[in-house]
């Protein structure tokens, strides 16, 4: 059974601080990673992907993979009031049937207070 | 990014009825999926949708209660069998190239009465 791990929150955070967001996966051959965001009541919306280890900058979103550790994380500088959501980690599957098959984490619910 | 389009955006239906709901894509597309989520949950991946071949269903979804079809590259169809209470969720579809990000639509909102 290929998992998905993140810390269901809620993680609370001030106005301007820095989220940190984490994710662990268990099936090691997998090759890509994403971020998603969700709003009560809308579909996911991509923030960020990565596919190779170490960091990858967007904007105020930083994405780290680690391979080894099988440890993927996301970062947002700066958190405004409008972060305030659901934050699902998704991980494609690395081979065989699972590949091209996105696994989602229960998610991180996120509210940047001011 | 691929543009997704829904239809019906939400519905409420009786016991017993089936119900059909459509995704259209902007482009071309290899994958197509559709998604569940329950109220406060993650999402759960119901099948893959292959074009002019079967679905490929995940472990405890069967093609008897969520038939899918894909005639063509940009578009898809779930059809959610003589409904119960519990079928009640949000139906997602989501469209992408191997390995690469997944793009959704904005969701179809189902209530079984």
């Known amino acids: 059974q290929k998992e998905v791990e993140q810390n269901s929150g809620p993680l609370s955070v001030p106005e301007g601080a820095i989220a940190s967001l984490n994710c662990t996966y268990s099936?090691?051959?997998?090759?890509?990673f994403f971020w998603y965001r969700q709003y009560s009541g809308k579909s996911p919306e991509l923030i960020m992907s990565?596919?190779?280890?170490g960091d990858k900058e967007d904007g105020r979103f930083t994405a780290q993979l680690n391979k080894a550790s099988q440890y993927v994380s996301l970062l947002i500088r700066d958190s405004q009031p409008s972060d305030s959501a659901t934050y699902l980690c998704?991980?494609?599957?690395?081979?065989?049937?699972?590949?091209?098959?996105?696994?989602f984490g229960q998610g991180t619910i996120l509210t940047v207070h001011p | 990014s691929a543009v997704i389009s829904q239809k019906p955006s939400r519905d409420i239906c009786q016991r017993g009825t089936s119900l059909t709901i459509q995704c259209q894509v902007d482009?071309?597309?290899?994958?197509m999926f559709w998604y569940r989520q329950q109220p406060g949950q993650s999402l759960t991946l119901i099948a893959t949708?292959?074009?002019?071949?079967?679905?490929?269903?995940e472990s405890g979804f069967v093609i008897d209660k969520f038939p899918i079809s894909r005639p063509n590259l940009t578009f898809s169809t779930l059809t959610v069998s003589n409904m119960s209470p519990e079928d009640s969720s949000i139906y997602l579809c989501?469209?992408?190239?191997?390995?690469?990000?997944?793009?959704f639509g904005p969701g179809t909102r189902l209530l079984v009465l």
């Open positions: 989501s469209a992408g190239e191997y390995g690469e990000t997944q793009y």
């Open positions: 099936d090691r051959v997998s090759q890509s």
């Open positions: 990565i596919y190779s280890n």
């Open positions: 998704a991980v494609n599957g690395g081979g065989g049937t699972s590949y091209g098959k996105l696994t």
């Open positions: 482009s071309q597309v290899t994958m």
């Open positions: 949708a292959n074009q002019g071949s079967e679905a490929t269903y």
